[in-house]
């Protein structure tokens, strides 16, 4: 069984930083994608960052150059470090991962963690 854990959401001013973490355990291999979305109330959910095996790593344009995705292949975990926080970016951040398995490959998602940003 795959386990996403998210941890790091919280209340922060506008103008601030916050970094989220994901941890994945249980029986993953082979990560192609590692994923930072988010979804605001009345919106869809929409892609934060996302870092791949093959392409390397884009954001979305409303994050460029204040968020940054990172991984450890090692540990399993993808970070997002978000600086220059606004009100929009408030919402429920998701990681996702995607993992080949057997010949397949399957998405797995966290429970979500909040961010509130305050103006």
């Known amino acids: 069984q795959v386990q996403l854990v998210e941890s790091g959401g919280g209340l922060v001013q506008a103008g601030g930083s916050l970094r989220l973490s994901c941890a994945a355990s249980?029986?993953?291999?082979?990560?192609?994608?590692m994923g930072w979305y988010r979804q605001a109330p009345g919106k869809q959910r929409e892609l934060v960052a996302r870092?791949?095996?093959?392409?390397?790593?884009n954001y979305a344009d409303s994050v460029k150059g204040r968020f940054t995705i990172s991984r450890d292949n090692a540990k399993k975990m993808v970070y997002l470090q978000m600086n220059s926080l606004e009100p929009e970016d408030a919402a429920v951040y998701y990681c996702?991962?995607?993992?080949?398995?057997?010949?397949?490959?399957?998405?797995?998602w966290g429970q979500g963690t909040q961010v509130t940003v305050s103006s």
């Open positions: 996702e991962v995607r993992a080949l398995r057997g010949f397949s490959e399957i998405d797995y």
């Open positions: 249980g029986s993953i291999f082979s990560i192609n994608v």
């Open positions: 870092i791949t095996n093959i392409k390397g790593t």
